[in-house]
């Protein structure tokens, strides 16, 4: 079946550690990626996406994302991690490849930091 | 420039009654997606209204309506409120066959039905 799959449900990180999340998928043909974040109370705010081209993708924030298309995956990583990023964190996919298409998301992973 | 903006912020809604909730789409912005987001989950995907039609549809019950208006805005409206209803609604907006590809999300209403 189709699914889009964060393995952590919560990661908790130090100030200043690295950060990495993990993303899978599951479609037959490479879908277009993205990742999502959410703050409490907030909506959501892209952070970066891969349409298609080099796999190592840039964002916002100091976050960049690796596509792996031999493991289906699309991993989230920041070298320093800040207070500020805690959050919950969503993968999510297009698989029709069409502008403002409805996206799939996966489960989510809640990201704690430590002082 | 706004950005998507939804209101009310919060609703409290009783089994069996009836909601309306409503999104401005991001200025310049012609479609509008609807997403429900549970308690612990990702959000999944209402529908999409362009052209003041639905153009597409998720794995929701009937019960689960909108309507696009000439300026864009949306509404979500859902009938016969179940307890299960309560969570975050999520609209987003983009431009139909704009450069960016990407979809911008409001902050949200919170629907809680008791």
């Known amino acids: 079946a189709q699914s889009v799959t964060q393995p952590d449900i919560h990661i908790t990180v130090s100030e200043g550690a690295s950060l990495e999340l993990r993303c899978n998928y599951s479609y037959g043909a490479t879908p277009y990626l993205f990742w999502y974040v959410q703050s409490p109370g907030q909506g959501l705010q892209l952070l970066l996406k891969y349409l298609s081209g080099d796999t190592l993708v840039q964002g916002i924030k100091g976050f960049e994302a690796e596509f792996k298309r031999s493991q289906s995956s699309f991993n989230l990583r920041k070298p320093s991690v800040h207070w500020s990023d805690a959050a919950e964190y969503f993968c999510?996919?297009?698989?029709?490849?069409?502008?403002?298409?409805?996206?799939?998301f996966g489960g989510g992973t809640r990201v704690l930091v430590k002082p | 420039d706004a950005g998507v903006t939804q209101s009310p912020t919060h609703l409290i809604k009783t089994r069996g009654q009836q909601v309306t909730l409503r999104c401005s789409p991001k200025?310049?912005?012609?479609?509008v997606s609807w997403y429900q987001q549970a308690l612990g989950q990702g959000p999944q995907f209402i529908f999409q209204y362009y052209e003041e039609e639905e153009r597409q549809r998720g794995n929701f019950p009937d019960r689960f309506s909108g309507h696009q208006f000439p300026n864009y805005s949306s509404e979500l409206n859902v009938n016969a409120l179940l307890l299960g209803d309560s969570a975050l609604y999520l609209c987003?907006?983009?431009?139909?066959?704009?450069?960016?590809?990407?979809?911008?999300f409001g902050a949200g209403t919170r629907l809680s039905v008791l």
């Open positions: 200025s310049g912005h012609d479609t």
């Open positions: 999510a996919v297009d698989p029709i490849k069409a502008a403002g298409n409805k996206l799939t």
């Open positions: 987003a907006s983009s431009l139909e066959g704009g450069p960016e590809d990407i979809q911008y």
